[in-house]
């Protein structure tokens, strides 16, 4: 298999607290590890790329002082929404690409975060 | 342009019926595409990947791939309500070395009982 979790699955905070989000792959190690944003009926949206033991590469016009990762190992990546306001209430979804093969991406369940 | 195009829909069929879904991409020297199917509120989930030029069949779906005219296609037979969903096409990004996808905003699909 190829199973990605992520946790937690829903979160709610308040506005300035910082959350955040844990991507494992549990049966495999992850080259690479993706970040991805989903408002209610829109398409996914890249947030940013992950290497396990390099800085992140994000996308354009995605804030690298408020979305932080950290990729510590090949099974662990984290997200933070540092000081989170109410736009950044979306759907968070992680995904994974398996060491040595190439681009299929296997997808965490994704985490709601409600910002209040 | 959009490097990956697919038409939003709702695409309607009735259960049984075969669903065609459609993508096109701009890179020509796109080399992997992958189907994921969405459901509302979930995360997306890898149905099928393809390669090569031709037909790849999976139980009820088919993926189907032609690089000279930049359109891979999904098949979906004796199509059932569970597969009411969103389908994203996925295509590789030849230009970055980080194994990124382009994703297409997805194809609803509704199958009607």
């Known amino acids: 298999g190829a199973v990605v979790s992520q946790h937690p699955s829903r979160v709610i905070c308040k506005s300035g607290t910082s959350v955040k989000i844990e991507c494992r792959s549990l049966?495999?190690?992850?080259?690479?590890m993706f970040w991805y944003r989903q408002f209610p009926k829109q398409s996914l949206m890249l947030m940013a790329t992950?290497?396990?033991?390099?800085?992140?590469?994000?996308e354009q016009g995605v804030e690298k002082d408020k979305f932080l990762i950290n990729h510590a190992s090949l099974t662990l990546s984290t997200l933070t929404v540092t000081s989170a306001h109410p736009e950044d209430s979306s759907f968070y979804i992680c995904?994974?690409?398996?060491?040595?093969?190439?681009?299929?991406?296997?997808f965490g369940p994704g985490t709601r975060l409600t910002v209040t | 342009q959009k490097e990956v195009e697919q038409n939003s829909g709702p695409l309607s069929v009735p259960e049984g019926a075969i669903a065609s879904l459609n993508c096109t991409y701009s890179?020509?020297?796109?080399?992997?595409f992958f189907w994921y199917r969405q459901y509302s509120g979930k995360s997306p989930e890898l149905i099928m990947s393809?390669?090569?030029?031709g037909d790849k069949e999976d139980g009820r779906f088919t993926a189907q791939l032609n690089k000279a005219s930049q359109y891979v296609s999904l098949l979906i037979r004796d199509s059932q309500p569970s597969d009411s969903a969103t389908y994203l096409c996925?295509?590789?990004?030849?230009?970055?070395?980080?194994?990124?996808?382009?994703f297409g905003s997805g194809t609803r699909l509704l199958v009607r009982p």
């Open positions: 890179d020509r020297v796109s080399q992997s």
């Open positions: 996925a295509v590789n990004s030849p230009m970055d070395s980080s194994y990124k996808l382009i």
């Open positions: 995904s994974a690409t398996r060491l040595l093969e190439t681009y299929e991406q296997y």
């Open positions: 992950s290497n396990e033991g390099s800085k992140a590469t994000y």
């Open positions: 393809i390669y090569s030029n």
């Open positions: 049966d495999f190690q992850a080259t690479t």
